[in-house]
C-alpha cells in the first residue's frame, strides 16, 4: 500500500507539468479568462520561418559544441586516467572550480574575452592598426565556442569513470606489438570507450539543446535565436503568448524523447564492449615516453580556457567601474567598490541565504525521494518499474520549458504559490530526481541483497532494513548525489528565471538582472565570491567521489 501511495506522489510531482503544457498548447484564453480548443498555436509556429531558423540554430549549435566538448574534456580524461601525462592535479583542481561557477558567471566572462572591448580584439586591432574585429562572439560560432568550453568539465568527469576502469592490457599488447601512441589511441582505446563516448555526445547534445545561459546572453544581443529563447520570449511579452511557448515546448520535448530513447537503446548494448573480468584485472597507466610532456599541453589548453582566462577576465572586469579593454594605464581606474558593495549589501546577502536554502532544500528532498525509488527499481519490488519510469519523465523536460510548465501550473492553483521560493524549490526537485535516481540506483546494485536478507531472517522488517543497513552503505552515493545536485540547483538559471518573484530571487537570476542593466563589475565580483564559496562543496564532491571510486577500483 505505501508503495503505491509513493508511486501516485511522484506521478502528482511529474504529470501536472506534462498535462498542462499539453493543455496550453491546444488552448486559447479570452480576455475574460474562458478558454477553447484550437490548433492555432501550433498553426502559427509552423507557419513562421522563424521557428525552422530556430530549430536550424539550435541543431547545428548543439552538434558542434558537443564536438568541442568532447574534444577537450575527453582528451584531458583519457590521458589522466591512462597515461602517464603530468599535472594531472590540475585537471582535477580545473574541473573541481568549474563545478562552483556558475554559468552565466563564465559566459560573461568569455563574452568579454571574446568581445570588442576584449583583449583578443584589442590584441589583434594593436598589432594590426585595423578597426576591425577578429571575431565577433555574439554569433552562433561564438556561442559554440563558449557552450563547448562550458561542457569541457562534464565530458571529462564522465568520461574518465570510463577509462578508469578500462583494462590496461589491450593497450600494452597494442604497444609491445609495435603500435604508436596515436595508433593505439586511435584501434584501442577510442573503440573500447564507444559506447561512453557515444552516450556523453548524445547526453551533451541534449544539454547543448535545452541550453539557456550562452544563446540568451551571447546569441540574442546578436539576434541568434534558438528554440530555448524563442520560448523564453515568447512568455516575456505583453502579454505573455503562453500557449504558443506552449507549442515551442511541447515540440522541443518530443525531440527530446527521442534522443533519450536512443540514449536508452544504446545504454543496452554497453556490456558488449566490457573489458573487466575475472582474470586478473589492474588499471595500470599506459607509458607515453617523451610524448608525455607532448600531450600535457592538452591538459594545460583546457586549463587555459578552462580557468585561467576566465578567471583572468572576471577579477579585470570586477576591479573596473566600467567594461574597457586590458591595459597598463587603465589599472588607474582600479577599484574594489564591486566587492565593498556585494559584501556590505542587505539585497545580496539575502541572494545568498535564499540560494543556499533553496538548494540544500531541493537537494535534500530529491534524494530522500530517490533514495526510496532508487531501491525499489534496483530491487525489482512490485511497483518499482512503474517508480523508474515515472521518475525519468522530467529528463524530457528543458529548464526553460518545465518553468513554462510549472508557471502555468502555479497560476491554476488556488494558493499563492507562483513567485514564492517553494515554487523554485518544486521544480528543483522534479527537475534533478533523474539525476538522483542515477546515484542511488547505481549504489543500490553495488550491494547484494543478501544483507537485507540476512537482515529479515533476524527479524529485520521495513523501514529498519532500510535505515540500518542500507542507508550507511550507500552514504557515499547519496553524499555525492546530493552534493552535485546542491551545485547544479545553486547556479541553475533558466529554470527559476520565469519562476521567481521579488523575495526570491537566487543568485544566478540576479546576475542576469544585473547583466541586463550593466552592472557587469557587481555581476563579476558577485559570481568570484559565490564561486569561492561554492568551489569549498566542489572539493568536497571531489573527495567523496575519489574516495567512492577508490573503494571499488582499488586505485
Same mark, same amino acid.
Given at each position: 500500500?505505501?508503495?503505491?501511495?509513493?508511486?501516485?506522489?511522484?506521478?502528482l510531482?511529474?504529470?501536472?507539468?506534462?498535462?498542462?503544457?499539453?493543455?496550453?498548447?491546444?488552448?486559447?484564453?479570452?480576455?475574460?479568462?474562458?478558454e477553447f480548443? !484550437?490548433?492555432n498555436?501550433?498553426g502559427?509556429?509552423?507557419?513562421?520561418g522563424?521557428?525552422?531558423?530556430?530549430?536550424f540554430?539550435s541543431?547545428?549549435?548543439s552538434?558542434?559544441?558537443?564536438?568541442?566538448?568532447?574534444?577537450?574534456?575527453?582528451?584531458?580524461a583519457w590521458?589522466?586516467?591512462?597515461?602517464?601525462?603530468?599535472?594531472?592535479?590540475?585537471?582535477?583542481?580545473?574541473t573541481?572550480?568549474?563545478?562552483?561557477?556558475?554559468?552565466i558567471l563564465?559566459?560573461?566572462?568569455?563574452?568579454?574575452?571574446?568581445?570588442?572591448a576584449?583583449?583578443?580584439?584589442?590584441?589583434?586591432?594593436?598589432?594590426?592598426?585595423s578597426?576591425e574585429?577578429?571575431f565577433?562572439v555574439?554569433?552562433?560560432?561564438?556561442?559554440?565556442?563558449?557552450e563547448g568550453?562550458?561542457?569541457?568539465p562534464?565530458?571529462f568527469?564522465?568520461?574518465?569513470?570510463?577509462f578508469?576502469?578500462?583494462n590496461a592490457?589491450?593497450?600494452?599488447?597494442?604497444?609491445?606489438?609495435?603500435a604508436?601512441?596515436?595508433?593505439t589511441?586511435?584501434?584501442?582505446?577510442l573503440?573500447l570507450?564507444?559506447p561512453?563516448?557515444?552516450?556523453?555526445?548524445?547526453?551533451?547534445?541534449i544539454?547543448?539543446?535545452?541550453a539557456?545561459e550562452v544563446?540568451?546572453?551571447?546569441?540574442?544581443?546578436?539576434?541568434?535565436?534558438?528554440?530555448?529563447t524563442?520560448?523564453?520570449?515568447?512568455?516575456?511579452?505583453?502579454?505573455?503568448?503562453?500557449?504558443?511557448?506552449s507549442a515551442?515546448?511541447?515540440?522541443?520535448?518530443?525531440?527530446?524523447?527521442?534522443?533519450?530513447y536512443f540514449?536508452?537503446?544504446?545504454?543496452?548494448?554497453?556490456?558488449?564492449f566490457?573489458?573487466?573480468?575475472?582474470?586478473?584485472?589492474?588499471?595500470?597507466?599506459?607509458?607515453?615516453g617523451?610524448?608525455?610532456?607532448?600531450f600535457?599541453?592538452?591538459i594545460?589548453?583546457?586549463?587555459?580556457?578552462?580557468?585561467?582566462l576566465p578567471?583572468?577576465?572576471?577579477?579585470w572586469?570586477?576591479?573596473?567601474?566600467?567594461?574597457?579593454?586590458m591595459?597598463?594605464?587603465a589599472?588607474?581606474? $582600479?577599484?574594489?567598490?564591486?566587492?565593498?558593495?556585494v559584501?556590505t549589501?542587505?539585497?545580496?546577502?539575502?541572494?545568498? $541565504?535564499?540560494?543556499?536554502?533553496?538548494?540544500?532544500?531541493?537537494?535534500?528532498v530529491?534524494?530522500?525521494?530517490?533514495?526510496?525509488?532508487?531501491?525499489l527499481?534496483?530491487?525489482?519490488?512490485?511497483?518499482?518499474?512503474?517508480?523508474?519510469?515515472?521518475v525519468?519523465?522530467?529528463?524530457i523536460?528543458?529548464g526553460?520549458?518545465?518553468?513554462v510548465?510549472?508557471?502555468?501550473?502555479a497560476?491554476?492553483?488556488?494558493f499563492?504559490?507562483?513567485?514564492?521560493m517553494?515554487?523554485?524549490?518544486?521544480?528543483?526537485i522534479?527537475?534533478?530526481?533523474?539525476?538522483?535516481?542515477?546515484?542511488?540506483?547505481?549504489?543500490?546494485?553495488?550491494?547484494?541483497?543478501?544483507l537485507e536478507q540476512?537482515?529479515?531472517?533476524?527479524?529485520?522488517?521495513?523501514w529498519?532494513?532500510l535505515?540500518?543497513?542500507?542507508?550507511?552503505?550507500?552514504a557515499?552515493?547519496?553524499?555525492?548525489?546530493?552534493?552535485?545536485?546542491?551545485?547544479?540547483?545553486?547556479?541553475e538559471?533558466?529554470?527559476?528565471?520565469?519562476?521567481?518573484?521579488?523575495?526570491?530571487?537566487?543568485?544566478?537570476?540576479?546576475?542576469?538582472d544585473?547583466w541586463?542593466?550593466?552592472?557587469?563589475?557587481?555581476?563579476? $565580483?558577485?559570481?568570484?565570491l559565490?564561486?569561492?564559496?561554492? !568551489?569549498?562543496?566542489?572539493?568536497a564532491?571531489?573527495v567523496?567521489?575519489?574516495?567512492?571510486s577508490?573503494m571499488?577500483?582499488?586505485?
Amino acid at each position: 500500500m505505501l508503495v503505491w501511495l509513493f508511486i501516485a506522489l511522484i506521478a502528482l510531482l511529474v504529470l501536472p507539468p506534462v498535462w498542462t503544457l499539453l493543455r496550453s498548447s491546444f488552448s486559447e484564453r479570452l480576455p475574460d479568462g474562458t478558454e477553447f480548443f !484550437t490548433l492555432n498555436n501550433y498553426g502559427v509556429l509552423l507557419s513562421e520561418g522563424r521557428f525552422f531558423m530556430s530549430a536550424f540554430n539550435s541543431i547545428a549549435f548543439s552538434v558542434a559544441s558537443t564536438l568541442v566538448s568532447l574534444f577537450l574534456g575527453g582528451a584531458v580524461a583519457w590521458m589522466v586516467e591512462r597515461t602517464d601525462v603530468p599535472f594531472k592535479r590540475l585537471a582535477w583542481f580545473t574541473t573541481i572550480v568549474s563545478l562552483g561557477t556558475p554559468f552565466i558567471l563564465y559566459v560573461t566572462a568569455w563574452s568579454y574575452i571574446l568581445g570588442r572591448a576584449g583583449p583578443l580584439n584589442d590584441i589583434y586591432r594593436f598589432i594590426t592598426g585595423s578597426r576591425e574585429t577578429l571575431f565577433e562572439v555574439n554569433t552562433l560560432s561564438g556561442m559554440i565556442v563558449v557552450e563547448g568550453f562550458i561542457w569541457a568539465p562534464l565530458a571529462f568527469l564522465l568520461l574518465s569513470a570510463t577509462f578508469r576502469a578500462a583494462n590496461a592490457e589491450m593497450e600494452e599488447a597494442a604497444r609491445m606489438s609495435g603500435a604508436t601512441v596515436i595508433q593505439t589511441i586511435m584501434r584501442i582505446s577510442l573503440p573500447l570507450a564507444f559506447p561512453a563516448i557515444l552516450a556523453f555526445s548524445l547526453f551533451a547534445f541534449i544539454l547543448n539543446l535545452e541550453a539557456f545561459e550562452v544563446p540568451a546572453l551571447i546569441g540574442m544581443p546578436g539576434r541568434v535565436n534558438v528554440l530555448t529563447t524563442d520560448v523564453y520570449q515568447a512568455v516575456k511579452e505583453i502579454p505573455p503568448r503562453v500557449g504558443f511557448a506552449s507549442a515551442f515546448s511541447v515540440v522541443m520535448l518530443i525531440i527530446i524523447s527521442a534522443l533519450l530513447y536512443f540514449y536508452g537503446r544504446m545504454s543496452r548494448y554497453a556490456e558488449r564492449f566490457a573489458t573487466i573480468t575475472g582474470k586478473g584485472y589492474r588499471p595500470r597507466p599506459l607509458a607515453l615516453g617523451r610524448a608525455r610532456w607532448g600531450f600535457s599541453a592538452i591538459i594545460l589548453l583546457n586549463f587555459a580556457v578552462t580557468l585561467l582566462l576566465p578567471l583572468i577576465a572576471m577579477i579585470w572586469m570586477s576591479v573596473m567601474p566600467y567594461v574597457q579593454p586590458m591595459r597598463l594605464q587603465a589599472l588607474n581606474f $582600479a577599484t574594489l567598490q564591486n566587492f565593498g558593495t556585494v559584501l556590505t549589501s542587505r539585497y545580496y546577502l539575502s541572494l545568498v $541565504a535564499t540560494t543556499l536554502i533553496v538548494a540544500a532544500i531541493s537537494a535534500t528532498v530529491t534524494m530522500l525521494v530517490t533514495l526510496l525509488a532508487g531501491w525499489l527499481a534496483a530491487r525489482r519490488a512490485p511497483g518499482g518499474q512503474v517508480v523508474d519510469q515515472l521518475v525519468v519523465v522530467p529528463l524530457i523536460f528543458p529548464g526553460v520549458v518545465l518553468g513554462v510548465a510549472l508557471l502555468e501550473v502555479a497560476l491554476r492553483l488556488p494558493f499563492p504559490l507562483y513567485g514564492t521560493m517553494w515554487l523554485i524549490i518544486l521544480a528543483f526537485i522534479i527537475h534533478y530526481m533523474p539525476f538522483g535516481m542515477r546515484y542511488t540506483y547505481a549504489g543500490v546494485l553495488q550491494i547484494h541483497p543478501e544483507l537485507e536478507q540476512a537482515a529479515r531472517v533476524s527479524g529485520g522488517r521495513g523501514w529498519p532494513v532500510l535505515w540500518r543497513i542500507l542507508i550507511p552503505l550507500l552514504a557515499p552515493a547519496l553524499a555525492s548525489g546530493w552534493l552535485f545536485i546542491f551545485l547544479l540547483a545553486s547556479k541553475e538559471m533558466s529554470l527559476p528565471l520565469l519562476l521567481t518573484g521579488p523575495s526570491s530571487q537566487t543568485i544566478s537570476v540576479a546576475m542576469f538582472d544585473l547583466w541586463g542593466n550593466g552592472q557587469i563589475g557587481e555581476v563579476a $565580483a558577485l559570481g568570484l565570491l559565490w564561486a569561492l564559496m561554492m !568551489t569549498l562543496f566542489g572539493v568536497a564532491f571531489f573527495v567523496i567521489s575519489r574516495r567512492q571510486s577508490s573503494m571499488t577500483f582499488g586505485v
